[in-house]
């Protein structure tokens, strides 16, 4: 709940009212409140700024996932898809660009100015199966090194993953990384 939720401009509001409060207070002079609004308002309006600085807003979704999809994804994500999903869907401090760590750790992101970004997400379904789709802008990443690491994008985010790779036709550096789900097989009866 709080992810979804940008603290920078909480800080920012509240911080702000209480620096203002003071300075009328200061005007009005009413000494206690001045104190209160100086000495709660300005740290709380610089935190704000601060996270402000830091923060790293979530990945919108290309369309509204339908209920059926979200029934599916009930039924078949896996715990990597549904983290996936919830980490890059709210606000981040601290971080550079979402899923940046991950990109790094399979060889995507040559530097943190080469990096592919995150442009948004849909879940839809493939072959029956529940797809989280990243939509990543990767300039300076092209589909064929995308594709050399395809296996390793799939070991990295399983199990129970399979990955598929396609180029984004509206957009010539655009790259779509779908992470379908492909739940273990059904135990059989004579197995249990």
Partial sequence: MLGKFSLARFGLVVGGLLTLGGFVAYGLG????????????????LGGLAL????????PYREATPPEIEALRDRQATATQNQIRKDVTRYRYGQEAHLDESLERLGLSPSDD????????????????????????????????????????????GPDIRVTLEPDPDDEDGVFVALIATPPAAVSATEA
């Avoid at 402000?52 to 990945?59: G, K, V």
């Fill in 114 to 157: 080469e990096r592919p970004i995150l442009q948004s997400l849909l879940e839809t379904e493939i072959d029956g199966a529940y797809a989280l789709v990243l939509e990543f802008s990767s300039p300076f990443v092209g589909l064929e090194i995308w594709q050399e690491r395809q296996e390793a994008i799939a070991k990295f985010f």
């Fill in 52 to 59: 402000r600085a830091a923060e790293l807003r979530p990945t």
């Fill in 30 to 45: 009413k000494p206690t409140l001045n104190l209160i609004g100086f000495f709660y308002g300005i740290p709380v309006l």
